[in-house]
């Protein structure tokens, strides 16, 4: 379970996050609603460690978070797509797929592993794998960032808006493929930032409210989540 205890950002001397708590638990699809600028994107930048925290705990079962640089969010389990996708262009589709693998120093057979896992969810990965990732289309990027995110989350996937800038018929491909992964990998505990949650409706366990930088109690469909903002 990843927990967020009472987490507060600041940016250039400007409160974002207010002493945001919630919990994200593993086998459930936890989606974060909010308008642009409401504090989604820190929360899971805050969650990755890419940000300081003013105050609070980030916590993975009994593991803080906080404590530990960056780099060590992926050798916990988590896995991060980001809005913007951050691919490296000049590196193949594989290769960008690959990379978390190769910092973690994965051997051979289980990155292997790891990528027929992830084409098998993904098979269009696979036709365009040897594509550079600076020639793909936006729709394709979310989906190599989903590929990548997915090399090293065995315990939590965090996608920050991943439905924004898609056409619609690409959403829907991108919605079904999530649909998928919860079949496949039941194991995960989803977080997913959306500014409308509409397409995420099938999916959704849980919906998290963000409102200036709080997380606000709201109707869900599991009775047992507890949230709280203080």
Do not use: W
Not at 40 to 63: N, Q, W
Not at 115 to 124: A, G, K, M, N, S
Request: with cysteine.
């Amino acid at each position: 379970m990843l927990r967020l205890d009472k987490v507060s950002v600041s940016i250039e001397g400007v409160r974002v996050l207010r002493g945001v708590s919630c919990e994200i638990i593993a086998r459930k699809t936890t989606v974060l609603i909010g308008r642009n600028g409401a504090g989604k994107t820190t929360t899971l930048r805050a969650i990755m460690g890419l940000i300081a925290l003013d105050e609070g705990s980030v916590r993975l079962d009994a593991d803080d978070l906080a404590s530990r640089p960056a780099h060590t969010r992926a050798r916990a389990g988590i896995g991060y797509a980001p809005e913007d996708r951050r691919l490296i262009p000049e590196l193949s589709v594989e290769e960008n797929i690959r990379l978390p693998a190769l910092a973690l120093k994965l051997d051979r057979a289980e990155i292997a592993r790891r990528l027929d896992e992830i084409y098998q969810l993904l098979p269009e990965l696979h036709v365009m794998r040897a594509r550079p990732a600076g020639g793909v289309s936006g729709g394709q990027g979310k989906m190599v960032a989903l590929g990548r995110a997915l090399t090293v989350a065995r315990k939590v996937l965090l996608l920050d808006e991943p439905f924004q800038g898609l056409a619609p018929a690409l959403a829907l491909d991108y919605a079904r493929t999530l649909g998928e992964l919860r079949k496949h990998r039941p194991e995960l505990a989803m977080l997913i930032t959306e500014s409308s949650p509409a397409l995420l409706d099938r999916i959704a366990d849980r919906t998290l409210q963000i409102e200036r930088g709080e997380v606000l109690p709201t109707p869900t469909k599991d009775r047992e989540f507890h949230v709280a903002a203080i």
